[in-house]
Structure formats: structure tokens, C-alpha cells
């Protein structure tokens, strides 16, 4: 909840995300579990900051399989920061050589990614499938 209480500031701040497909098809939870959570991140997407993009399992190209993270933009490059998440905690990186590392590889995956209608209409399908 306090993630979200970030992206409803006023101004609100852009969110991007980028999903792969994988991610929405597994029923954590069971499948009523798995339809509100679709529910939620297909009402989310109707935000004007929000940004919901899918990697499709038909992706050629997929840099980032098995990875996530989650890239925040500061205000300049050098107060960006990535987290990374195991199961033994949180990572922060904060270093240039790293920062450039992932930028690139979050560029790499959203060129993977279908545009926001064509994830929305896959979402979708899937919630459907559900």
C-alpha cells in the first residue's frame, strides 16, 4: 500500500511496468486470486501514469528471463537507484556502472514488450482464461 500511495501523489509520478506473460498466468492464490489480481492491474493501466506492457510468450528476443527489478528515476541519472529481489531481501544498486548495466537491460526488455493496447487485449484474454 505505501508503493501506491507514491504513484497517487499529486503530481502523480509515471509508472512504468513491464510484466512477462508468465507472471499473469500463475494462479498464486488460486484462480479467484488470480482474476483480482489481473482486475487490479488492468484498472491501474487506465491511469494516465501508469504504463502496463506485456512480454508475450512468442517474444524472439527476451533479455531479462528469470530476472526482476525494479529501476527508479531520480529527479538526475545519479539519484537513480535499482532493487533487486531474492529471497534473502532487497539489493540496492546505486553505482554508475551498474545503473548503465540495467538501464540498458530494461531497454532491452521493453523492446520485447507489446505496446499498452496489445498488453491490455492479452491481459485480457488471460483473465478470461482464468
Known sequence: MPRQAVIDRVPPLPYDVVIHEAALRIK???AA????Q??????????????????????DDFAG??????????????????????????TFLDAE???KRYRAR??????SALD????RKLIH???ADI
Do not use: W, Y
Not at 33 to 36: E, H
Not at 72 to 80: A, H, S, Y
Open 38 to 59: 489481473l482486475a487490479h492491474i488492468l484498472r491501474a493501466s487506465d491511469r494516465e501514469n501508469v504504463t502496463v506492457r506485456v512480454i508475450p510468450f512468442a517474444a
Open 65 to 90: 528471463a528469470g530476472h526482476s527489478m525494479l529501476l527508479v528515476r531520480g529527479p538526475v541519472p545519479q539519484l537513480d537507484t535499482v532493487q533487486l529481489d531474492a529471497a534473502h531481501g532487497s
Open 116 to 119: 499498452s493496447e496489445k498488453s
Open 125 to 127: 484474454r488471460i483473465a
Open 106 to 111: 530494461l531497454d532491452r526488455v521493453g523492446r
Open 97 to 99: 556502472p551498474q545503473l
Open 33 to 36: 486470486v488470480a482474476g483480482a
Open 28 to 30: 498464486v492464490g488460486g
